[in-house]
């Protein structure tokens, strides 16, 4: 079956240091995988998508993620976080064929100290 | 360009109460259309998706109801609220299936609350 993992619930950076956020998917063919940022009050806005190709993609906003076929794992990475980068962060698995249903994982909260 | 409308933005009604939020897609047609729940805290749970007029697969049993009276919009319904129903409900779209497993796209969210 399809799931997600975020490990961290909650994060705590420095402004200027950088960041990783963890995910960790199971999935029984190539993954359709995603990360979405959530500001409080919000709808979540899509940062990145992966769907085959260079395994290292760009998103929005400075984040980057890789995909990593042998550690199941999708995390979103920026160098240099700022202050406004505080927000929940989300990874997802999109739909397999038929099923028309995503998967999320529960989230990371981040924290950007000044 | 594609975008999602959702509202009200906040709502607060009694228990017992009847609730209907509403949920519309422009720029696109015949999407897949969601609605999702977030209670404080947690992620997301999806409630229902429908892949076309009239069609409406529920994910969690309970008393709310979804409706999609045409193309691009999409309607969630209660005919009466429990405490339990607050939270803050997403509404979302993608692409059809048809290969191109295309990203979820969210509007703004209702936050509900029921007193």
């Known amino acids: 079956a399809q799931s997600v993992t975020q490990p961290d619930i909650h994060i705590t950076v420095s402004e200027g240091a950088s960041l990783e956020l963890r995910c960790n998917y199971s999935?029984?063919?190539?993954?359709?995988l995603f990360w979405y940022v959530q500001s409080p009050g919000q709808g979540l806005q899509l940062l990145l998508k992966y769907f085959s190709g260079d395994t290292l993609v760009q998103g929005i906003k400075g984040f980057e993620a890789e995909f990593k076929r042998s550690q199941s794992s999708f995390n979103l990475r920026k160098p240099s976080v700022h202050w406004s980068d505080a927000a929940e962060y989300f990874c997802?698995?999109?739909?397999?064929?038929?099923?028309?249903?995503?998967?999320f994982g529960t989230g990371t909260r981040l924290k950007v100290l000044a | 360009s594609q975008t999602i409308h959702q509202w009200p933005a906040t709502l607060v009604q009694p228990v017992g109460s009847p609730l209907s939020l509403e949920c519309t897609v422009e720029?696109?047609?015949?999407?897949?259309l969601y609605w999702y729940r977030q209670a404080a805290g947690r992620g997301l749970q999806l409630l229902f998706y429908?892949?076309?007029?009239?069609?409406i697969s529920s994910e969690v049993p309970q008393n709310l109801s979804a409706s999609r009276p045409q193309d691009r919009q999409f309607i969630l319904s209660s005919k009466k609220l429990l405490l339990s129903d607050s939270g803050f409900y997403l509404c979302?779209?993608?692409?059809?299936?048809?290969?191109?497993?295309?990203?979820?796209?969210f509007g703004n969210g209702t936050r509900l609350t029921v007193t």
């Open positions: 429908s892949v076309g007029i009239g069609q």
């Open positions: 979302a779209w993608s692409k059809p299936a048809s290969g191109d497993n295309s990203p979820l796209h």
């Open positions: 997802a698995v999109g739909a397999a064929s038929g099923t028309y249903k995503y998967i």
């Open positions: 999935y029984g063919a190539t993954p359709y």
């Open positions: 720029g696109t047609s015949n999407p897949n």
